[in-house]
């Protein structure tokens, strides 16, 4: 999207052919280990990415240590330990560290699905939000809830990845017919997505008045009940995810060269292709399933991920941390901002996307202006 004048997020077809004509690609180094394995990687990513730690480390003793419930800091790191008063291991095991891990862990789910999405489309609108996924995923999840399985358990996360993957296959069968590219993909997803949407508001409006006002509760994206057994899967999923993704980073990274030359360096283009697909379907759908949609996550982390490591290609790790730590400290101003009273955290998110937005926009004004 050129708008947006970064070469980091240019479609293929706009970017420089020479890979070192562009200037704010960071150097790549490589590390041989053991069996035969080579690890790239670049010294700016590895420093990003500890500071990124850092950060979500300060987010979640935030969320750890304050609160309504005031627990002093030596209670909360006794409760941590294994001591502490039944009301202090309630709030602090029960309440306040499922809480942050699920926000941590959904935000690295959405960081790395848009990542994965927006490198495959070539488009920085590329996201499973922008592109009907979530959508999708929302209308299988509503589909359990409305049916009586409740918001939360197993159920609903069947029903989130399934939709994501029913979704994928419809707006993949439209886009392919004509050969798969960015625009095409986004726009059929764009209109999918649209329909969906419809879709889903007529599935509130026929329930009956509770399970009605759950399943409109939990469209708006929210951390406020969540518990160990909503977490635990993501928990066991994200990893396998994540290791996936990894091994589809260069393919990913030729593929945005475009499909002629990735195909004539060797990549397997089908298979990277619906794999992607795959992996960054079950990312959203199981990131739903524990927190409702969150919207702008998976648009904005990849490319805040791109332009502070300057990656050629898709910043899985990066794009990870930046997700999980918006959406904590989102999280934690949806705790803080009218306590005792608590918003949903996907009101925060939109509000933060839509500030991103507008600084996307002037930062192309400024841009233009220079030019």
Not at 66 to 82: E, M, N
Not at 159 to 173: K, R
Request: hydrophobic share 50%.
């Amino acid at each position: 999207m050129t708008a947006l004048h970064d070469p980091t997020l240019r479609p293929a077809e706009e970017r420089p052919a020479d890979a070192h004509a562009d200037r704010a690609a960071a150097p790549v180094r490589v590390l041989r280990l053991p069996g035969s394995i080579t690890l790239r990687y670049s010294g700016r990513a590895a420093a990003v990415m500890a500071v990124l730690l850092v950060c979500c480390a300060a987010v979640w003793a935030l969320t750890m240590f304050t609160g309504t419930y005031r627990i002093g800091a030596g209670q909360v790191v006794d409760v941590l330990a294994g001591g502490g008063s039944g009301a202090d291991r309630f709030i602090i095991v029960g309440q306040r560290l499922p809480r942050v891990c699920a926000a941590l862990l959904v935000g690295a789910a959405l960081g790395l699905s848009g990542a994965l999405f927006q490198s495959l489309s070539r488009n920085p609108l590329g996201s499973p939000d922008v592109i009907g996924f979530t959508t999708g995923s929302t209308s299988g999840a509503l589909v359990v809830i409305l049916a009586g399985g409740g918001s939360a358990g197993l159920s609903v996360g069947a029903g989130s990845v399934l939709g994501g993957l029913l979704t994928a296959v419809a707006v993949y069968g439209f886009t392919a017919s004509r050969g798969v590219s960015g625009n095409r993909l986004v726009l059929g997803g764009i209109a999918i997505g649209a329909m969906l949407a419809s879709v889903n508001d007529f599935l509130i409006t026929r329930a009956d008045l509770e399970s009605a006002e759950s399943a409109k509760a939990w469209t708006f994206g929210s951390l406020n009940a969540v518990s160990w057994p909503q977490v635990t899967p993501l928990a066991i999923a994200l990893p396998v995810l994540a290791v996936g993704s990894l091994t589809l980073g260069r393919p990913l990274r030729l593929m945005e060269m475009g499909d002629d030359t990735a195909g004539a360096l060797g990549v397997n283009i089908p298979r990277t292709r619906t794999l992607s697909l795959l992996l960054g379907v079950a990312l959203a759908g199981t990131a739903i399933a524990v927190a409702g949609p969150i919207g702008f996550l998976a648009l904005a982390a990849p490319q805040l991920a791109r332009r502070i490591v300057r990656s050629p290609g898709p910043p899985i790790g990066s794009a990870m941390l930046v997700g999980g730590l918006i959406l904590a400290t989102a999280d934690l101003l949806a705790q803080r901002i009218l306590s005792p009273f608590q918003i949903p955290v996907g009101l925060v998110t939109g509000a933060l996307g839509g500030l991103y937005l507008l600084w996307l926009l002037s930062r192309e004004k400024k841009t233009a202006r220079s030019l």
